[in-house]
């Protein structure tokens, strides 16, 4: 049996728990069909009656549901995506959402988990979002007067900035919110105010930790196994991701292995990093074989005595990082298993080689 809500290994005995607060799925059905299972399996209140479409074409269907869900068909890519904002996950509760991506995992394929949002409520109130920036967040002033803020000795961390916020009303003071990490991003920790947020109606400082695409499949195997308790699972991911080390304590050339700050383990406990990693794509020949305009483009830049490193790093017009990847794979792969390529299409062989071929030197095909 699943347990709905986990409460963290420290707070055991506190009305501090974590819950699913956001769900995007996609299913690879028509809007209909993704009704009817939602039917089957959160009741008559998920019926095809309480679905509304606005807006319904052969290409485009839109959809608004009970609690403010949404449905949307997109024909482009034969997939239907569902939408369940906080008070969606409120109403029907995370107990029935774990228990639905279970049953959905085992009766349909092609199902995607798109995001999803772990929250932990901190009715306690250890820390506001503003004193949580102050205790990891450092500011210098740099030149010309600008102010450069990085992350604290001690602060071990993926996010590669912090983000605050703060907003005023006609009282003061309205809301404050505490980013690791681009709120855009595939996985970040969101920090703010629940009561500011919910009007009232949850009186606590929320934990939110953000997980979509990659990230988001990655997790999706831990939700569904029997007897997941969601606050080990979101502490020991938090852990992974946003940690706060004594930077005074032992073993400098491990930081992982320093004791956790006293304030912060009133948050996660003692949890361990989680080991979940989102998979690798695998980049093949064949895959890349069918794009060699990318393998072209790669090629003529390497000529012209460009790094492929640096291109990777620098971002290349109309060239993802990547395509940037795949295709030098690809001339890895040409250089390491002899595939039969022209030379002209993919370049095994180092710039030296490039720039005798092309009758020019690095530099200057560089600066033309």
């Given at each position: 049996?699943?347990?709905?809500r ?5 707070q ?21 069909s ?36 949404t ?5 482009s ?34 199902i ?23 205790k ?11 102010v ?27 809301g ?22 919910s ?45 706060v080390r004594n ?12 004791k ?40 003529r830049?390497?000529?012209a005595?460009?790094?492929p490193?640096d ?9 993802t ?13 040409s ?5 039969n ?9 180092d ?18």
């Open positions: 049996m699943m347990t709905s986990g409460t963290t290994p420290t055991a005995g506190r009305k501090s728990q974590v819950c699913i607060d956001y769900l995007d799925l996609s299913f690879g059905h028509l809007p209909e993704v009704i009817d299972l939602l039917q089957n399996h959160l009741g008559e209140d998920w019926g095809v009656k309480n679905w509304h479409f606005s807006k319904k074409s052969k290409s485009y269907q839109i959809a608004k549901g009970p609690s403010s869900s449905l949307t068909w997109r024909s890519t034969w997939s239907t995506r569902l939408t369940l904002q906080g008070r969606a996950c409120s109403a029907v509760g995370t107990a029935e959402l774990l228990r639905l991506l279970n049953e959905l995992s085992e009766l349909s394929s092609g995607r988990l798109r995001r999803i949002d772990l929250a932990f409520d901190d009715h306690d109130r250890f820390f506001t979002p503003r004193q949580i920036r102050k990891t967040v450092q500011e210098k002033v740099v030149g010309d007067g600008k450069k803020s990085g992350w604290k000795d001690g602060v071990h961390t993926k996010a590669k900035k912090a983000q605050f916020y703060s907003s005023n009303g006609p009282d003061g003071l309205l404050e919110t505490f980013y690791a990490g681009d709120p855009k991003s595939d996985r970040v920790l969101a920090i703010y105010d629940k009561s500011v947020q009007n009232g109606v949850v009186d606590a400082i929320r934990w939110e930790l953000r997980l979509r695409d990659e990230w988001a499949e990655a997790i999706y195997p831990e939700l569904i196994k029997e007897g997941v308790d969601l606050g080990v699972l979101w502490a020991s991911l938090i852990a992974d991701f946003f940690d930077p005074n304590s032992y073993s400098a050339k491990h930081p992982e292995r320093r956790r700050m006293r304030w912060f383990g009133r948050i996660v406990g003692s949890a361990k990093r989680a080991t979940i990693r989102p998979r690798r794509k695998q980049v093949t020949h064949k895959t890349i074989e069918n794009d060699f305009r990318i393998a072209r483009q790669f090629s830049l390497v000529t005595g460009v790094d490193d291109l990777l790093r620098i971002g290349m017009p109309r060239l990082a990547e395509d940037l990847e795949a295709a030098r794979v690809y001339r890895d792969l250089a390491r298993k002899g595939i390529m022209q030379k002209e299409d993919i370049l095994p062989f710039k030296s080689q490039a720039s005798r071929s092309s009758g020019t030197s690095p530099a200057k095909s560089e600066r033309a």
